[in-house]
C-alpha cells in the first residue's frame, strides 16, 4: 500500500508493506544516490533491526554509521543534540548524504530534527518502529526537542523523502507499547472517522488488532497526509490532530516522563476534555462515555489523578496558544472536531 503527501516539490511516498524491512536497501536507492548514510537508532530498536538493515545497505556499497541513544522521552532532550552533531562531524556527514530514524517517535523526532538543523539541512528517511510513530509522528514533517519546560518546544517543519512502514516490527513490540499507539488510532477516528471509531469498536481481541494493523495504520496514515496537505504548518486544521494533546503533554511533564507514555497521557487527555466540554454544551452529551468505553476496551487509562488547576501553568505553554487564547480541540461529537479558542479559565469550576 503507498500513499503519497502531495507538497508540490517537497512531496513523498509513505510505503506500508508487510517486510518492508527485508528490502530496505530498494527502497533506499529509490531516493538517494549519495554515498554516506547515518542510522540513528536506539538500544531497544537496535537489538532487533539496527545490525541488518546497516549490513543490507553496506551489501549494496553505501558508506553506513549508526549511532545508538537510550530509548525513553529523556533521550529526545535539547542536550542529546551535540552528541549527534559530533557523531555526523566524525562521520564527515555532507548535504548530499542521508539520515535515517529507525525506531519510534522520540527517534523520529530528534532525528528529523537534527536532519533539518545539521549543515541547514540534510536528507533523512524515516523508519518508523512504533504504532504511535507510524500512524502520527513519521508523518508530516513536525520535528523537534524537548525543553525541561515541556515537549517539542524547540522544532521545526522538515519533510522526510520517504516513510518506510513495516507493520511485521509491531510484533516485536512490548503489548504495553503498541496498547500507547492505540491512543493516536482512537483519536483519529473520534476527530475524523466515525467509522474508523466503530470499526475499534468492533475488535474482538489482540489478535484480531494485529491481523488488521496494516490497514488500520493505512487509514490513520490517510487522514494525516490529507490534513497535512490542507494545513502544512499548522495554523488551521492540522491542530485537530492534537486531541488531548494540551491535557496529555501536561500531564507527561508533571510526572518527568516518568509514569505514563505519550499514549497513555493523550488518552487520559481525550477522556478529560470531552467531559469539560460537555459541560459548557460544546460536545455531545455522551461523548465522553464513549471515549471512556473504548479507552477501557484497550485498556488504556482515563482517569485525571491529579487536579487540572495543577497543570495549568504547563498547558499555558501549549504550541497551539496563539497571543492569550489557548486553542483547544473539542468535539461536536465523535467524528467531528473543532478548534475552540478560549483561555485556561475554561478548566476552571
Avoid at 519510534?104 to 549543515?119: E, Q, R
Avoid at 499548522?234 to 488531548?244: A, H, P, Q, V
Amino acid at each position: 500500500m503507498e500513499l503519497v503527501v502531495d507538497l508540490g516539490e517537497r512531496s513523498y511516498p509513505i510505503i506500508i508493506e508487510d517486510g518492508l524491512l527485508d528490502r530496505v536497501d530498494v527502497e533506499i536507492k529509490k531516493v538517494f544516490n549519495g554515498n554516506k548514510i547515518f542510522i540513528l537508532t536506539d538500544e531497544n530498536v537496535n537489538k532487533y533491526y539496527g545490525d541488518a538493515i546497516e549490513s543490507k545497505l553496506k551489501d549494496v556499497k553505501y558508506e553506513v554509521r549508526k549511532y545508538v541513544l537510550p530509548a525513553g522521552e529523556e533521550t529526545k532532550s535539547f542536550f542529546t543534540l551535540p552528541k549527534v552533531y559530533n557523531e555526523l562531524l566524525d562521520f564527515n556527514l555532507t548535504r548530499s548524504d542521508l539520515i535515517i530514524t529507525l525506531g519510534g517517535g522520540v527517534i523520529g523526532d530528534l532525528g528529523g530534527f537534527v536532519a533539518s538543523t545539521y549543515l541547514r539541512g540534510v536528507s533523512f528517511v524515516q523508519i518508523p518502529t512504533s504504532l504511535l510513530a507510524q500512524v502520527d509522528s513519521s508523518v508530516g514533517g513536525k520535528v523537534a526537542v524537548d525543553l525541561e519546560k515541556g515537549k517539542n518546544l524547540v522544532g521545526s517543519f522538515y519533510h522526510p523523502k520517504s516513510v518506510l512502514i513495516d507493520p511485521l516490527v509491531l510484533r516485536t513490540l512490548d503489548k504495553r507499547f503498541l496498547i500507547d499507539g492505540m491512543a493516536e488510532v482512537i483519536k483519529y477516528g473520534c476527530i475524523k472517522d466515525k467509522e474508523l471509531f466503530k470499526y475499534l469498536e468492533s475488535i474482538h481481541d489482540y489478535n484480531e488488532l494485529i491481523n488488521n494493523i496494516g490497514t488500520i495504520i493505512h487509514r490513520c496514515c490517510d487522514i494525516k497526509k490529507e490534513v497535512v496537505e490542507k494545513d502544512e504548518r499548522d495554523n488551521g486544521e492540522r491542530m485537530l490532530l492534537n486531541f488531548g494533546h494540551t491535557i496529555g503533554h501536561a500531564i507527561e511533564q508533571y510526572y518527568n516522563y516518568s509514569k505514563y507514555t505519550h499514549g497513555e497521557a493523550v488518552a487520559i487527555g481525550m477522556y478529560n476534555i470531552s467531559l469539560v466540554s460537555e459541560e459548557h454544551g460544546l460536545t455531545k452529551v455522551g461523548t465522553s462515555e464513549n471515549i471512556k468505553s473504548i479507552l477501557e476496551k484497550y485498556e488504556l487509562p482515563y482517569k485525571l489523578d491529579i487536579n487540572i488547576e495543577d497543570i495549568l501553568d504547563t498547558m499555558n505553554l501549549d504550541k497551539k496558544k496563539l497571543g492569550k487564547k489557548l486553542n483547544l480541540i473539542t468535539l461536536k461529537e465523535i467524528g467531528t472536531s473543532e478548534i475552540y479558542k478560549t483561555t485556561n479559565e475554561f478548566f476552571k469550576k
